[in-house]
């Protein structure tokens, strides 16, 4: 079993919409859940960053952690076809392998005009 | 402007043909690491470096060396490549201390080997 799972859609949307990514993991010891984002020929930027269970938001982007179910989700309100892209879940397990990333396999977002 | 720096962007090369893939960083970081990126694989990480002269193993390091001499750059050398690593590469940087979580990428290196 893979320590994180994303599904890697495609996701096809209408511009506006609301979109929602996921990920589950298995090892309840990740500490840090993130967000990158990977526009075509780009390299990832992270988009967002949280320690603890519950929401963080940020403009139209919001991060949710779930760890009792080991689930996160990144919703994005009013999509724009500026937000096509992969987008990549991360997480750290501190204490082991010096707080490298795990990276999801990433979900690929195509918002429509 | 902060910046990874990775040269080449684009390489084609043949089996064998010994070749190096140059990171260079601004921003003093002290942490490096070198992934590859395939379809249906997503990231996978070959190789990172803690700080100068250290550097451990990744999930798929066979086939790769690195070396850091300098705080600044952590190149990845290819001895002798093969099919297999036909792939994009990306470089990444961080700071080692108060984790944030934030790596800063290159803009990536495809290589295609023949």
């Known amino acids: 079993q893979k320590e994180v799972e994303q599904d890697p859609g495609p996701l096809s949307v209408p511009e506006g919409a609301i979109v929602s990514l996921n990920c589950t993991y298995s090892?309840?010891?990740?500490?840090?859940f993130m967000w990158y984002r990977q526009y075509s020929r780009k390299g990832p930027e992270l988009l967002m960053y949280?320690?603890?269970?519950g929401n963080k938001e940020d403009g139209r982007f919001t991060a949710q952690v779930d760890k009792s179910s080991k689930y996160i989700s990144l919703f994005i309100r009013d999509s724009q076809p500026s937000d096509s892209a992969t987008y990549l879940c991360?997480?750290?397990?501190?204490?082991?392998?010096?707080?490298?990333?795990?990276f999801g396999k990433g979900t690929k977002l195509s918002v429509k005009p | 402007e902060a910046q990874v720096t990775q040269n080449p962007r684009y390489l084609i090369t043949v089996t064998g043909k010994k070749l190096t893939v140059t990171c260079s960083q601004n921003?003093?970081?002290?942490?490096m690491s070198w992934y590859r990126q395939d379809p249906g694989l997503g990231l996978r990480q070959i190789y990172y470096?803690?700080?100068?002269?250290?550097?451990d193993k990744g999930d798929v390091p066979e086939g790769y060396k690195v070396s850091r001499k300098e705080k600044r750059n952590f190149p990845l050398i290819l001895e002798s490549p093969s099919p297999n690593q036909t792939s994009l590469y990306f470089c990444?940087?961080?700071?080692?201390?108060?984790?944030?979580?934030?790596?800063?990428f290159g803009e990536g290196s495809r290589l295609t080997v023949l």
């Open positions: 990444a940087s961080r700071r080692q201390g108060g984790y944030t979580g934030e790596l800063f």
């Open positions: 090892n309840s010891a990740f500490q840090y």
């Open positions: 949280t320690y603890s269970s």
């Open positions: 991360a997480m750290v397990l501190m204490g082991r392998s010096q707080g490298n990333l795990i």
């Open positions: 921003m003093n970081h002290e942490y």
């Open positions: 470096s803690m700080n100068v002269e250290v550097t």
